[in-house]
């Protein structure tokens, strides 16, 4: 059968109108290609021109995805294990830190928008379902998931979960004052990992550096208060980037890790390569967008004006595989429901990688819709 190929097609991959021969189902949309399909759709795209832009793009994409299957970039997966609250989720390291933790993790954010009631259910759900790795912040709801935790997590748990949280200071003397704070609200003497939060660009990671910021994290590291460092940010790859040659102590980098990222102010791209030569545990978030991929703004709650991409052109579950499927210590879910929990539970428990032709496959699905309207939180270039 011949097929045409081109972008007014729903996922059409970025390249010029052509025609190729092969068993495609006529009218099959692209979310449902099989493997086949797909590899006779990327064997077309690599017929076109050499010159053709649209062509270099998607071959640096699909070298960067392939790399992933490389030897140094598999994060070795520890099969489902148990402790004494009961089953654990799959661990994978976290980096060179000598940690294991838990492949899914849960977002503090979303936990702390919940009535005590709610929150303390979403806790206790988390916790019979494998989760062992809890993220908050100081910034969240003015301190308030912190204290959720402090009050739901810490006194039950403290000793079978890996709690990280995150200051947003811009000097030493703030730092030291978030740290304090963060200890009190949790209710505990140590965190697992405490990272510099919301680095947004390079000037920005100059500005914490100079004022003494990672100067003060690696001293709490010294000092015992807190066992591991690192950093965070979703707005500018060159930030963190910046940030890793200002802060050499750092051990983590929490990023957005989704399968629209490769197409603008690419993280996988820019940070996860060097991220790998550092060896630092890469913390995934925004893997679904921050409700981009659905179409609505999270920040805003408003439609982005672009179409879907789930459930147009991919599913939730292949969305989370591409992310599992690159090398992430960690998951983070920002599920502010049981039902979203338990979905992402599911999932981990069932997680089979993604081949690169599949991981290829999804980029190119969606390409097409890349920008600021989907990845809202991004530098608007």
């Given amino acids: 059968m011949l097929v045409a190929l081109n972008d007014a097609q729903p996922g059409a991959l970025a390249m010029p109108k052509r025609l190729y021969s092969g068993p495609i189902r006529s009218g099959a949309p692209r979310s449902s290609w099989t493997t086949s399909e797909t590899s006779i759709a990327l064997q077309a795209f690599l017929m ?32 489902a294990s148990s402790d004494s609250l009961g089953s654990v989720l799959p661990k994978r390291q976290l980096g060179q830190t000598g940690e294991s933790v838990t ?5 503090g954010f979303h936990t702390g928008k919940l009535s005590e009631n709610e929150a303390q259910q979403l806790i206790d759900a988390a916790i019979e379902g494998g989760v062992r790795f809890f993220d908050t912040a100081v910034q969240y709801q003015d301190g308030g998931s912190e204290r959720i935790y402090g009050r739901f997590l810490v006194p039950q748990y403290r000793d079978q979960v890996f709690i990280m949280t995150k200051t947003l200071a811009k000097t030493a003397e703030e730092a030291e004052a978030d740290l304090a704070g963060s200890l009190d609200r949790l209710g505990t003497d140590r965190l697992d990992l405490w990272q510099a939060h919301s680095i947004e660009s390079p000037e920005d990671a100059e500005k914490r550096a100079k004022n003494g910021v990672f100067d003060v994290m690696r001293q709490a590291k010294e000092s015992g208060k807190v066992r591991h460092i690192g950093f965070t940010g979703h707005r500018d790859p060159q930030g963190h980037l910046r940030a890793i040659e200002l802060f050499p102590d750092a051990e983590t980098v929490q990023m957005p890790v989704n399968a629209i990222d490769p197409a603008y102010e690419s993280f996988i791209e820019q940070v996860m390569p060097v991220a790998k030569e550092r060896q630092l545990g890469v913390l995934a978030m925004k893997t679904l967008s921050d409700k981009g991929f659905f179409g609505t703004n999270g920040w805003t709650n408003k439609p982005t004006g672009v179409s879907p991409l789930i459930p147009d052109r991919i599913s939730v579950k292949d969305a ?26 599911e999932f981990a428990r069932s997680f089979t990688p993604m081949s690169e032709e599949e991981r290829v496959a999804m980029t190119g699905k969606v390409r097409d819709l890349a920008g600021h309207a989907v990845e809202f939180y991004k530098v608007d270039v």
């Fill in 48 to 79: 076109t021109p050499s010159n053709d832009p649209s062509r270099r793009s998607f071959l640096k994409t699909v070298a960067l995805l392939s790399s992933a299957t490389g030897i140094g970039w598999n994060l070795p997966t520890v099969k």
């Fill in 103 to 107: 492949m899914l993790g849960m977002g």
């Fill in 320 to 345: 989370i595989r591409f992310a599992w499927s690159l090398p992430i210590s960690v998951l983070i879910t920002g599920a502010d429901s049981n039902e979203h929990l338990q979905e992402k539970i």
